[in-house]
């Protein structure tokens, strides 16, 4: 996000319920509605067809939750982020909702590539309490994980076990951690592995997965979105008393 000609904001949402069968894209929409109804000045691309200057994270895969989405967006002038994160959630479906918001600073990393882990909690179909917590033990010893899923359209064995950083278990959730880079274990192909260590069907139920954190590490740092790439704060005293001080 530039912020060439305006003010970058950084935005987190949520997204929970009934609104979990939503696209990446069709959530783009909604955003896009909601800025129109609550008429946010957000600039514009140049050229022949100009966008909105909104740019997404990573996308969340439908059918999941989160409580951790993040979008930047470029206003056309400054204002107040938490009076931006009012205006949207008000325009939102139910379910969608703005749940913070910071002044990005100039020439910011986009999301996509500045995000290096991500955290979820997952109801896996099909084990107990018990069963999951001997899995996610066997999971963590194991020096691999292999998985069979799809990679265009064909099936493919991968091994997730080198992306996932950190399992643990709390009744009949599991909440993990895996790198973004240079490819990041998906939900849906850890609970299935976690299954298939089991022995398992899921049957008839279904995972249930919460994204619940996102992070950027950088430098020995590890920040959470609205922390990373904040824009410094307005200096202060600089009007014409100031200046007066200064003579």
Sequence with gaps: MRGETGAPIRLRFA??????????RDVARAFERARRIAEVPVAFTQGFSPRPKVSFGLALAVGYESR???????RREDGDPDELAAALTAALPEGLAVTG????AGRAPALQEAVTAVGYQLTVAGLDPDRLARVTA???AATTLRVVTTRKGQ????????????IDVDGPTVSVE???QPRAARAAELCAAFRDLAGVDAGDQEDRV???HQWI???GARLKPLEADRAAPAPTGTGPRALEACA
């Excluded at 918001?101 to 990005?104: E, I, R």
């Excluded at 099936?155 to 950190?166: E, G, K, L, N, Q």
């Design 15 to 24: 997204k929970c319920g009934k609104v979990r069968f939503l696209s990446h």
């Design 178 to 180: 895996v790198s973004t």
């Design 217 to 219: 590490e950088r430098d």
């Design 68 to 74: 951790a989405e993040y979008l930047d967006v470029e």
């Design 138 to 140: 066997e999971a963590c």
């Design 210 to 212: 919460l994204r619940t």
């Design 101 to 104: 918001a910071a002044p990005l």
């Design 155 to 166: 099936p493919v064995t991968v091994d997730v076990r080198p992306s996932v950083r950190r």
